[in-house]
């Protein structure tokens, strides 16, 4: 397992020549912040090598400690509108909040809010910056 693994893109023509020796799946574990596929001195793309598994922010059920099953009771037959007490108040923080690890373990307000501004700013590759 290597963790933030662009950040040594030469890296990637020992990964390539393993894998092509071996190509038993699940071998290496490639994590970063960053989608590899962009960095600019990549050595090599790894493509047909690699499977890429994109991570989203955590779910409200995830958040809770609890098992998803919103989408299921919406889609059955018998689903209900209005049977569970609305949130109120908390609604509009668990929006706010979001779903980034990162932001929820700050527990001021103004400190998750200052995560998202700061995250928001980062500069994205000129590759997906779209002029449209």
């Not at 809010?113 to 002029?131: E, N, Q, V």
Request: include cysteine; aromatic fraction near 6%.
């Amino acid at each position: 397992m290597l963790d933030e693994a662009q950040r040594v893109p030469a890296l990637f023509t020992s990964i390539k020549a393993a894998v092509d020796r071996d190509r038993r799946p699940g071998r290496f574990i490639l994590t970063g912040s960053a989608n590899v596929l962009l960095v600019p001195r990549l050595a090599d793309s790894l493509a047909g090598r690699l499977e890429i598994l994109r991570l989203h922010p955590l779910a409200q059920a995830e958040l809770a400690h609890k098992p998803p099953g919103f989408l299921d009771a919406l889609f059955d037959a018998g689903f209900k509108a209005r049977t569970r007490p609305r949130l109120g108040p908390e609604l509009l923080e668990r929006i706010a909040g979001g779903g980034y690890p990162a932001a929820l373990a700050r527990p001021a307000a103004r400190r998750r809010a200052a995560w998202c501004r700061d995250y928001m700013d980062s500069p994205l590759p000129a590759s997906l910056i779209s002029s449209k």
